[in-house]
């Protein structure tokens, strides 16, 4: 099969599973849930170490040129096929689906793969909450607004997990705080909501809907996601770490709940003090005063296209407001401490450039918070 076909299929399939709004079938979700299972304990050890026991680390390599950072996807699984669809900004002739698959970009979702953002999320949370609140009982979560928030969720869900199959060590998810279908406070995971009680509403819809097996199934997936993704002059987690992290820290996260935890739950003004800087010298290298690496992170929200916090050194990207992505050049010795946000048009096609961050260019006076 030629790579234009592959790319054309890859294509179909993304923009098929962010176009079906029901939720997926059981069967359907198994296989699925099983082979990025697979694909998640299969990247070679050169781009993802394994643990002292064996087990991936979670720590992922990305070697390519060029990578694309998006952050938190809530349920926006169009957001992702669009994306695939969209026009190189550096090689007007290639689609980014094109670069991942020649091996010249690698794409890193920063997590929070469920539970929609926004108005219309809101809107949803709070009507399930009120059928809750009535005589309906439980059978209140299985109305249309709860089959079609978790629609959205799980379809964002399972084409994150299908390109992880399909694209293997060119694609990335990292772990965020919502990827917790369970609503588990184990292994680093806490409880959430935001509008409403959404962690517990979702898993006790997850449960109704498809039963205990699968969920431990999608919690053992949950799990094995990786943490941070490093570059040759950057590193990508859902969250700011909390404190100072080194590769072996990453590597054991398995064993180590805190570790998890300082990379999906850390708020604005929670990290130690130089947490960045430090965690960027220990997985990047300290190459001396002229070092130009940035840490890059979702979780929080921000009003434009980035924040920066930790002097600096880290560059949030999150705007729920925008279908926005981030480009690194990623070559050594290439424009580090540099990237560019981008947004996605509905469909595909030129990616519109939003704004360059180059916070060692910035007045760090003007607060962008």
Known sequence: MGAASVAGDLLELARYIAGRP???EAASLEELTDAAILSLSSDPPCLRPSSSSGEPGGLVRVAAPYAVIVPDLHA???LLADLLGSVSPIDPRSLIVDMILD???ALVCLGDILNSE???GAERWGSVALRLGSSQGLNGLLGPEMDEEMGASLGALCLVMALKVRLGGRFHCLKGNHDNISNSSRDGDLAFYKYALEGAMGAEWFRLRYGEALMRSLRRYERLLPLVAAGNSFCASHAEPAFPLSRVDLLEYGKRPEVVGALIWTGNGEAAENAVKESLDALLG???AEDRAL???GHRPVSGAYALRAGGRLVQIHDPNRRQVAWIDNRAGGASGV???HEVAQGGGALTLLEVADPFHLDHSASRH
Request: hydrophobic share 40%; glycine share 14%.
């Open 76 to 78: 926006r699984a169009s």
């Open 286 to 288: 300290s190459p001396g």
């Open 339 to 341: 990237l560019s946000l």
């Open 22 to 24: 029901e939720y997926p």
């Open 103 to 105: 091996g010249r970009l």
């Open 118 to 120: 926004g108005a219309a």
């Open 295 to 297: 840490w890059i992170s």
